[in-house]
Every structure is written in structure tokens, then in C-alpha cells.
């Protein structure tokens, strides 16, 4: 394992309380790599930027993000308070919801569609992609010396194709349905912070008396 320096090791030992103690040993090399690997940050990436390329029993590692026994979204929440600790804590929190198209192919990923892409797509090219579309709740916080704001996401949820929700007798669900309870959770982790929301224009929130109001922004 690669030695850090302590204060970031600080950081990530706050997760160990989420893991079962044998599944801690890999996890903390996955997010250890996860800051290292340079492009995809990918299992294999990481375990080859922490010097495990040639580790036999690899599999252990893609079983964390499969098999292992650990909750999400009690590591967004940590991670949550992490982030408001280090960059917001006083003041109004902003949030922002963007979506993002995970590029995979295969038969057995059967939550995958086909979808506009944000990225090569203009307002007179229309661009299609597929893969997986994952909707995104972050932080946003100034930063003076870059000169812009950064966007520090803490959850993140799948929306899976029409398609696949169809096949499996469930009522398909837009970025709308699927970004109402994000936010909702996101306000019940931060009791007595007043805050904005932002939003990108692919997601299209409404701005009805049906979704909730920030408490305190008036």
C-alpha cells in the first residue's frame, strides 16, 4: 500500500467505518488509486498505478464495487460533510445537477440507451451516444485563485434506459423523477443551512410549487 501524506490519509480513513474490516484493505486502494491513475479510472488502471498490476487474487478489487457490502449513500453523506468542512462551512450551500453519459458496450448492461451527448452535441448538431446516463448532485464552491467554480460531486444516481425500465414492468423514469428525491436527501443531510440550486439546461427542473423550496432562500 502506498504511504500518503497524513492528512490526506486522514481523509479517507474516514470511510473505513463503512466496510467490513477485510473489505477496507482493498477499498482504501481503490480510492487511493482513484487519486493517482491519470484518464479512465478504471479497476485496472488503479490497481497498475499502485504497483498491483501483477496482484493474482485482482478480482477481490472489482468485487468491491460489485459484491461488497457497504452503503452509498452513507458515503455521500460523509463525503458531503467533508466537502461543506473544506470549502463552504458558513454561508449559503449552491448546488448543481448535471447529467453524464457513461460510455459502455456489452450485453449483460442492460441499463444502457442511446442519448444525446452533452459534450459533442451543439444547439444545431444533434450527436447521439450510447452507454449508461448517470444524473449528478455537486457542490458548487468559488475559487478565487482559479478563477472559476468548481463543481464537487457527492451523489450520484443511474437512470436507465426507457427501454430497460419497460422490460423489467417498471414505469420509465426522466431526469426530473430521478433528481426530485436527490435532492430531497441532500436537504435532509444539511438541517438549518439555507442554499440555491443550479441546474444545467439538459436536466430541465421545474419551477413549480411541486418542488421543494430551499429552506430559507425566501
Known amino acids: ?8 490519509a486522514a481523509v479517507i480513513l474516514c470511510f473505513a467505518p463503512l466496510f467490513l474490516q477485510r ?8 480510492r487511493v488509486g482513484a487519486i493517482l491513475a491519470p484518464g479512465q479510472r478504471t479497476v485496472s488502471s488503479i490497481l497498475r498505478i499502485t504497483g498491483l498490476a501483477r496482484e493474482r487474487r485482482f478480482v477481490n478489487d472489482h468485487r468491491i464495487l460489485s459484491r461488497a457490502a457497504w452503503n452509498p449513500r452513507a458515503a455521500s453523506r460523509l463525503l458531503l460533510g467533508l466537502l461543506l468542512d473544506a470549502f ?12 453524464t453519459i457513461e460510455r459502455r458496450r456489452g450485453r ?6 442511446v442519448d444525446r451527448d452533452p459534450v459533442r452535441s451543439s444547439k444545431g448538431h444533434f450527436v447521439k451516444a450510447s452507454g449508461l446516463r448517470w444524473l449528478g448532485l455537486m457542490l458548487l464552491v468559488p475559487r478565487p485563485w482559479a478563477g ?3 463543481a464537487l460531486p457527492f451523489l450520484t444516481a443511474l437512470a436507465p434506459s426507457e427501454r430497460h425500465r419497460g422490460g423489467q414492468g417498471r414505469r420509465h423514469k426522466t431526469l426530473t423523477d430521478w433528481a426530485r428525491p436527490m435532492v430531497l436527501q441532500a436537504r435532509r443531510w444539511m438541517p438549518g443551512r439555507a442554499g440555491h440550486w443550479s441546474w444545467w439546461p439538459t436536466v430541465a427542473l421545474p419551477r413549480s410549487s411541486s418542488w421543494p423550496p430551499w429552506p430559507g432562500s425566501g
Open 1 to 8: 500500500m502506498l504511504r500518503l501524506p497524513s492528512r490526506f
Open 23 to 30: 473489505s477496507w484493505r482493498h477499498a482504501e486502494g481503490l
Open 88 to 99: 463552504a462551512p458558513r454561508g449559503p450551500v449552491v448546488l448543481g445537477l448535471d447529467d
Open 108 to 113: 449483460r448492461i442492460g441499463a444502457k440507451g
Open 148 to 150: 472559476r467554480v468548481w
